[in-house]
């Protein structure tokens, strides 16, 4: 099984931003745990992030053509304003979770509005970085 993590903007800046509500762990912790995760339970995994709604489109219409069997995605704000994601994702017909660090729905009023997830089978909320490894068990069948 092959499965693609994207994190949208400011993604990177985990650990950095904000840390009382998306936690004091970096993002290298976050790529460490989701490879170790990974390699434990056999499956091959791609981590890719990116501060540009581009480059997420062009890593979703990739992992189609990669046969990539399934997409966690946290589009950080672009979840809110992002048509093009949803569309990627509607594209592509890929089983994705939408991943949120944070429970979005406890925060300012326009953080409860997802585009993305109405390409998606299912959204988590407010795990923190566990949040990643739901959505991984979910798309493995664990």
């Not at 939408?98 to 429970?103: F, P, T």
């Not at 566990?130 to 493995?140: E, K, Q, S």
């Amino acid at each position: 099984m092959n499965i693609l993590v994207l994190n949208g903007p400011n993604l990177n800046m985990i650990g950095i931003r904000e840390p009382n509500i998306y936690g004091s762990f970096n993002y290298q912790y976050l790529v460490d745990l989701i490879r170790t995760y990974s390699k434990q339970n056999n499956f091959q995994v791609e981590i890719y992030q990116s501060n540009h709604e581009g480059d997420l489109i062009d890593k979703i219409q990739e992992a189609f053509f990669k046969k990539i069997d399934g997409i966690v995605i946290n589009p950080g704000a672009l979840t809110h304003t992002s048509i093009g994601l949803l569309d990627a994702l509607k594209a592509v017909n890929i089983p994705c979770v939408e991943v949120h660090i944070s429970d979005v729905d406890q925060r300012e009023d326009f953080r409860k509005i997802s585009y993305v997830s109405k390409a998606c089978i299912k959204t988590i909320k407010g795990e923190g970085l566990n949040g990643y490894i739901h959505a991984l068990d979910i798309l493995i069948g664990k």
